[in-house]
C-alpha cells in the first residue's frame, strides 16, 4: 500500500497545475492579510472628502484584530478552509478525473486489479497534499500577520505562546479538508474527465455557498437555517468556528451577529463521517462497475 500511495504522490507532486494553484493560493494569503491595510488607511482619506465615516472605530479594530497574531492563526485557519480548500477541490477532481481521460487508469490496474486499493493511495496522496498545505500556512501566515501589523503600526507579537492551540487549529484545518477531498474522488470518478470532476465539484461548493448566503440572512426562516446545518459546509464550520473561539475571532463577534448557526461538535462529527463514507462508496461503487478494458 506504501508503495501506492508513493506511486500516486510522485504522480500528483509533478503535475503542473500544482505549482500554479500553489501560487493562487500563496497570493490570495497574501491578499487576504494585506486587504485591510488598504481598508484601514482609506477610511480617513474618504472621511476627509465628505463620504462620511467609512469605518467607525469598531470596525478598524476588528479588521486590525483579524491581522494581528494570535488571533491572525484564525485568519489562517479559516483560509486553508476556504480558498485552501477550494484550490485542492480543483486539484483533487482533475487529479482523479484525468486518469480516465489520459486512460492511466487501466494501465494501473492492470497490474494491480484491486480498485479500492487504486481509490484509496489516491485518497491518502491527496491527504498527505492537504497536510502539506496546512503546514505550509504557519509560516506563510506568520510572515504575512507580522508584516500587515508592522503596515499597520501594530505592537509586534510572535503568536508563538499559543503553540497548543495552533497545533489543534491546524489538525482540525486538516481534518476538515478530508470530506471535501472524498467529494472530489468521487465527482472525478462519476464524471470520468478532469473537466467534468472540477465543473460537478465546483458546482456542489458553490451551491453551499449559495444556501449559506440565504441561510445567513434568514431568507428561509428558522426551518431553513436547520435543515442548512446538515450540509457539509456548515458541519466543518462547527469545528472551524471552535478554532476561532480559540483565537477570541468568532465570526458573530468580528461581523456582528449574522446569524450563523452550526451543528453541536458531536453532530458535526458524525454527519462528517457519514459524508466521507458516503462519497467514497460511491467512487468505489462506480469504479467497480466500469469495464476499464473497453
Known sequence: MISAVAAQWLVLRRRPMLKVLLAVYVLLMAL??????????????LESLGAGNALNDA?????????????????IFGQVNGIGGLLLLI???????????????????????????????????LVL?????????????????WSASAALGLPFQSGLAVWPDVLRGALIAWLGLWPYLALATMCGTLGRSAATGIAATLGYWLLEIGLGFISVFQMLGALGQFLYTFSLAQSVGAWTE???????????????????VFPDLLRATLQLLLYTVIFLLLAWWSLRRRDLRA
Open 32 to 45: 487576504q492579510f494585506f486587504a485591510p491595510i488598504g481598508l484601514v488607511r482609506l477610511a480617513p482619506q
Open 242 to 260: 471552535e478554532t476561532r473561539r480559540a483565537f477570541n475571532l468568532e465570526l458573530g463577534q468580528t461581523f456582528g451577529q449574522v446569524g450563523v
Open 91 to 125: 486539484l483533487a477532481a482533475s487529479f482523479v478525473g484525468s486518469d480516465y481521460q489520459w486512460g492511466l487508469s487501466r494501465g494501473l490496474l492492470a497490474r494491480d486489479p484491486r480498485r479500492g486499493r487504486y481509490l484509496l493511495a489516491k485518497l491518502l496522496a
Open 129 to 145: 497534499l492537504a497536510g502539506a498545505l496546512v503546514l505550509l500556512s504557519l509560516p506563510l501566515g506568520m510572515l504575512c500577520a
Open 59 to 75: 470596525t478598524i479594530a476588528a479588521l486590525q484584530q483579524t491581522v494581528q497574531l494570535p488571533s491572525a492563526w484564525a485568519t
